[in-house]
């Protein structure tokens, strides 16, 4: 999970070194792309911008990345979403959305946006490390994968007549009876029996 949050700070660095995005919204509102702007602020402010933008994929992104910078992913998910369907071909928000779901715990998700995210040229060694973390993270464990080898194979027949033999049986209540009896009554001869101290003649 951390080695996944610490993706963030440079796919957002990413969105916010495209002057040309700033150019295009204008000096008053590309302060929603600030790197300095606090989370809850830069939601406010790309808010604000999409309700005059409606189609600008890097508003969304950038908002997605500010959702999940304080943990809200749902959201980040929708924004994210929002951004492919207008813009089929950014790498950018498919990475992102891949590191969404990761962080959701939804690794099969991730792991497709991440391998699109490829596919479309993004190629940066966090996303290769992201690929091979989620993959990991599908597999079976080599333990589990070894315990099912094992079950598959049959058993060689002096473990197979080793495991046929019937396990003892448990003591009987009686035998647990007769057992205390016996412990009492040595119990007791041991208490009649004088005791001797070094130097006393015994007393019959």
């Not at 929708?78 to 590191?99: F, K, M, T």
């Not at 040595?186 to 070094?198: E, G, K, V």
């Amino acid at each position: 999970m951390r080695q996944a949050y610490a993706l963030l700070p440079g796919l957002i660095m990413t969105l916010l070194a495209d002057g040309a995005v700033a150019a295009r919204l204008g000096y008053a509102h590309a302060s929603c792309l600030s790197q300095t702007i606090a989370p809850h602020d830069a939601i406010s402010a790309c808010t604000a911008v999409l309700q005059k933008f409606h189609t600008q994929t890097e508003v969304f992104v950038r908002r997605a990345a500010a959702f999940m910078e304080i943990g809200a992913f749902d959201y980040a998910v929708g924004d994210l979403s929002r951004a492919i369907r207008l813009d089929p071909g950014g790498a950018l928000a498919y990475e992102l959305r891949g590191l969404a779901y990761e962080l959701q715990g939804r690794p099969a998700e991730s792991l497709e946006d991440y391998r699109t995210a490829r596919a479309l040229g993004r190629a940066d060694s966090g996303l290769e490390s992201a690929i091979l973390r989620v993959t990991a993270a599908l597999e079976p464990p080599p333990v589990v994968a070894a315990s099912l080898d094992a079950e598959a194979t049959p058993l060689p027949p002096a473990a197979s007549q080793a495991l046929s033999v019937a396990p003892e049986q448990p003591a009987r209540a009686a035998d647990g009876w007769l057992i205390a009896v016996c412990l009492l009554l040595t119990s007791a001869a041991l208490a009649a029996r004088p005791s001797r101290r070094r130097g006393d003649a015994v007393v019959t």
